[in-house]
Structures are given as C-alpha cells and as structure tokens.
C-alpha cells in the first residue's frame, strides 16, 4: 500500500510537470463548472419564479377581463325587462303559434345582439313559465324539467348569483374542455329569488388560449377550476388527473392566502414543481400554473453541456501542448542528469554546459563551476599526496627521538642501580613513566586513567625539582576511568597550574585538585589550583591566538583546537580565575566510553 502510494512521487520532473499543467488546466475548469451550475441554477430558479408569478398576473387579468365581458352580458341579459316579464309571463297565450312566434322572435334578437362576443358559442334561458312553458326550443328551455339536476340544485342554494361549470355537468356528451356560465334572473319584487336562469356555453377555445399563452417551459401547463375542485379548462399539454386539481384545491383553500398562492417545492409523482394560484375577482374561478423543476434546470443543464463539450474540444489540444512544455522546461534537466552521472562514476574532464539567464541556468552554472573545483581539487590533493608522504617520513624520524630518549633513560636507570644512585634511579623512572604514557603506542585517544596517570608522573618529576611544595589530589569517581579523551590534554594544563600559578606565590608551594563528572551525555573535568591567579584582562585573552611568549598561549589554545576540532565548537575549555583566588578551568568533551 505504502509503495503504492509512493509510485506518482517517483516520477521523473518530466511526467510531474506534465500533470501539473493539466491539474492546473482541470481544477479552474472543475470550479468554475461548479460555480457556474449552482449560480445558474439558483439564477434560474429566481427567474423562473419571478417570471412564473408575472405570467399568472398576466393570465389572472386576461382571464378577468374575459370572464366580466362574459358575465356583463348575462346581467344584462338577466336585467332586460323584456326577459324579467317573459320568464313570469303566463303561458296560456303562447299556445298560439304566432303569438310564441312574435314572442321568440323579440327575444332572440335581444340575445343574437350579443353574438359580436366570439368567446360565447350560445345563449339559452331557462324559465319556469312564458315561452317555454309553452314549448321549448334550443334558446328557451322549461326550468320546471331540470329542477332535480345537481347542477341546478347546486346553482339554486349557492348564494353567487353566476356560476361557473364544465358543460359537461350539464350534458354528458358536451366537449370536455367547454365552459357553461350560469346568471339567475331575480324576481322583481325579491332579489333573493330567482325565476329564472340564463346560459352561455364558452367556446373551448377561449380559455384555452390564454392559458397556453401562461406556457413558460416545455413541461409546464395551466389549468382552471372553481370552488369545487372542477376543472373547466386546461392548455393544450395537461398530462394530470382531475385529483391534481382536487389537490391544488383542497391546498389553496386550507392555506391563509386570500388572492394567490405559491409553493416552489411542491411534490408531483415525487418530482419537485413550481404551483402557483390566482383567483379570478367577481368569479368562483382560479387559475393554476405548475412548472416542473426539471424545466428550470434544462437550462442549466445545456450550459453545463455547452461548457463540457468546449473543455472535450479543448483537451485534445491542451494535453500534447503541456507534455511538449513539460518536455522543453525538463529537457536542460535531463542534460545536466547525464553529466551529473558522468561525474558520479569519475568523469570530471567535461565541457561546460550553455548557460540561461534563469534559475536553471544558475545551477547549470553553479554545476560547471563545481566540476571545474572538483578538478582543480584532485590536482591539488594528488600533489599534496606526494607532501604528505614527504612529511611522513619526516614524522617517523621524528618519532626516533623519543623512543631513543626512552631507550637511553632505560639505559641510564641499569647504570644508576649498578652505581646505588636511587635519586637518580627514582628521576629516570618517573620520566621514563612520562615519556611512555606520552607515546601511548601511538594512539590519538587513551582513557582518562591513562591521562591521570600521566600528569601524576609529571607531578612527582617537578617535585624533584621544586622539593615535593606541589601536592596532586584527584576527586575522580572510578567508573568514569574508561572515558575516551585525545592524549595530553591535561597535562599543559597542570604545567600552567604549576608554573604560572603555584610558583608565582611568595611561599612557592600549593595544591592542585583533579575533579570529573557527568552532564547530560558530556565529561566535564576540571583542574583547579590555588595559585596567585589573574586578572580579567588576562582571564579574556587566555584563549586568544597570542604572540610568543605569552604565558600558557600556546598549550591553551591548542587543547582548544583539538577539542573543538574533535568533537565540535560547542565543546572546549572554560577559566574562571581572580587575583589571589587561585583558577579553575573546566574542559568539556562528549562521554563516550573505552571499548
């Protein structure tokens, strides 16, 4: 899994640059076709409703104007006073055929004068005596035979004086998307009642039309229904049931709305619709637009489609462009590639390579001027070689100067035990013991056992000389004897103490402490006397490369050398010192044990 995933990151620059263009060209594509859905896609829904809302404005108005032009007619129609007296008038005397003929024939020029209507297809009256209680005919129809109709019951106990119907509650024949408006005609004397009713049958084409003007969307339709959940008209492209229209009904009239009602999320077979309702003023008629969301997506959708294909147009341009700037901006890689390996494997005799005004430009010229080191190096390194050898040589004769020293004292101790000189014998022992710890079989590190002992010969050698007035203590825990140190580190350090401390005094006589402890992974040794001691000029020069003669310069600063050198700066040598106080210098190197 862990290779897996490691496998892109070990692409070459090449193929890694590649991708990065096209993540480069994909992403802003990526975000911007998201912005661009869900802002359209919100701007949509906002002008889909706000042009939903104008448009049933549109159609509620239409539908208002159409329907008072309709209902003027009637009441004036049903307020004629030829209509008031023929519905009451007594039918005895239109048993004669020409007295009904005169009759009619008034009355139907009352009614044909309102034929400049085009929405309205007839005009019938329904009368309980008068012409039709005579006989009836297709304008003039007995009310007495219809009384038992739920239409006509439904009209009489309802106290609007027009309504509306589908004519097909009338006639079951009639065409399904025709309209019959119904006006009572009062009674003179009781306005409450009514002796008889006026019909207009509206063409199914004049409702139609307006509601197929409100069409927005492809999917979109328009209905109308009265306060009984009845449709009475629909555009072309209704695909609902009449419990649609229940519903919307039952939904407007459960809701606190007066005039409209609008709902942005409401469900229709589990597909999300815009519904929105209008009453028609002066009617028992609402009008109903329903917009399908999936409408008001389209054109999301078609932008989104549009964007796509672009970006499908594009690609085939856009990937073999970014392998060939990928290919260009790499190609001075790989050159340099092939000569940095040339070098790995020895080859520094190259030419340089050209050299741009840009960021690989200065590592390709960085990289010939490392290679043109490199072999000045190797020139100066074969002929230092050669120095190097010279002054080994030179090192073996000087190491024949102490091993004959040693020899000789060897030889000098015989004598002085043939000749019972013990002073002598004592002396050359101790500075035999001090040359050979010296030597140290040639080794760099020895143990700070080692390095105690040899500075408690030393000791014991200026004894000797300055009549035992230096006493040594050592304040050392055994188990750090085994601690690795570079060789002679201490005892330039006790010769300081005893030559530029203890013998300065008046009394010429003093003691030097050995102590050694652990901190944090470090040795820390210090080597205190209690000398005369120095100043702070003195103490802040001690370590300062300084010129010859000046006391304890040299040795100092070269234990400080080669601690740091060996172990790093952050390890060496500290004083701390007063006049008259005596000093103390602490030397501070990484623990590490003898194996």
């Excluded at 209690?530 to 040299?554: C, F, H, N, Q, W």
């Excluded at 952050?570 to 044990?593: A, D, F, I, N, W």
Aim: charged share 25%; net charge negative; glycine share 4%.
């Amino acid at each position: 899994m862990r290779k897996a995933f490691k496998r892109p990151f070990n692409l070459s620059i090449r193929y890694k640059l590649f991708a990065t263009y096209v993540f480069v060209i994909l992403i802003p594509f990526l975000l911007l076709l998201f912005i661009h859905i869900s802002t359209t896609q919100r701007e949509n829904k906002e002008a889909a409703v706000y042009s939903s809302h104008k448009m049933l404005d549109e159609t509620k108005a239409y539908l208002e104007y159409k329907s008072e032009a309709i209902t003027e007619i009637l009441n004036f129609i049903a307020f004629n006073e030829l209509v008031q007296k023929a519905v009451v008038a007594d039918s005895a005397p239109y048993q004669d055929i020409d007295v009904w003929h005169m009759g009619a024939l008034q009355m139907s020029r009352l009614i044909n004068q309102f034929r400049y209507n085009d929405d309205i297809e007839t005009i019938q009256i329904y009368m309980s005596q008068g012409l039709a209680g005579a006989t009836e005919n297709a304008e003039f129809l007995d009310m007495k035979k219809i009384m038992t109709q739920p239409w006509y019951i439904r009209c009489a106990q309802t106290s609007e004086v027009v309504t509306w119907l589908p004519s097909t509650e009338l006639e079951a024949d009639a065409d399904s998307r025709e309209l019959t408006v119904l006006r009572k005609i009062p009674d003179d004397h009781d306005i409450r009642q009514f002796n008889g009713i006026v019909r207009a049958r509206v063409k199914s084409t004049a409702m139609e039309s307006v509601l197929n003007h409100a069409i927005l969307t492809p999917n979109a339709t328009a209905f109308l229904f009265n306060d009984e959940g009845e449709l009475l008209g629909s555009s072309d492209k209704f695909a609902y049931s009449d419990e649609l229209v229940k519903e919307v009904n039952t939904l407007y009239t459960a809701s606190d709305s007066q005039d409209s009602f609008y709902n942005d999320n409401y469900p229709i077979g589990g597909s999300r619709h815009l519904l929105g309702v209008q009453v028609i003023p002066h009617t028992d008629m609402k009008v109903a637009l329903v917009v399908p969301y999936s409408d008001i997506l389209q054109s999301t959708i078609k932008a989104r489609n549009r964007i796509i294909s672009i970006f499908l147009f594009v690609v085939p341009f856009m990937l073999p462009l970014s392998f060939f700037v990928a290919e260009s901006a790499t190609k001075r890689i790989r050159r340099l590639i092939v000569h940095v390996r040339k070098v790995k494997h020895g080859h520094f005799q190259l030419a340089p390579l050209p050299v741009n005004e840009d960021e690989i430009g200065e590592l390709t010229h960085n990289f010939n001027m490392m290679v043109q080191n490199i072999s000045k190096l190797i020139e100066e390194k074969s002929s230092l070689g050669r120095e190097v050898k010279n002054k080994e040589m030179k090192a073996l004769q000087a190491q024949i100067n102490p091993h004959f020293l040693y020899n000789t004292l060897d030889l000098i101790n015989v004598m002085a035990i043939e000749s019972d000189a013990q002073d002598i014998k004592r002396v050359v022992d101790e500075l035999a013991t001090f040359y050979k710890l010296s030597l140290s079989s040639g080794k760099e590190y020895v143990t700070l056992e080692s390095e105690l002992k040899h500075i408690e010969a030393y000791v014991r050698i200026q004894n000797m000389r300055f009549e035992e007035n230096v006493r040594l203590e050592f304040q050392v825990p055994r188990d750090l004897y085994d601690c690795r140190m570079p060789k002679i580190l201490l005892q330039p350090l006790v010769e300081n103490a005893i030559l530029h401390g203890i013998m300065e005094k008046e009394s010429e006589e003093g003691e030097i402490r050995v102590a050694a402890w652990t901190d944090n992974g470090d040795l820390l040794i210090e080597i205190a006397d209690d000398g005369v001691g120095m100043d702070a000029d003195t103490l802040s020069a001690i370590l300062r490369p300084a010129e010859k003669g000046e006391r304890g310069s040299y040795g100092v600063r070269n234990i400080e050398e080669r601690l740091q050198l060996s172990y790093g700066l952050q390890y060496g040598l500290k004083y701390y010192s007063s006049p008259g106080m005596g000093t103390r210098v602490v030397l501070r190197l990484p623990e590490r044990r003898e194996d």
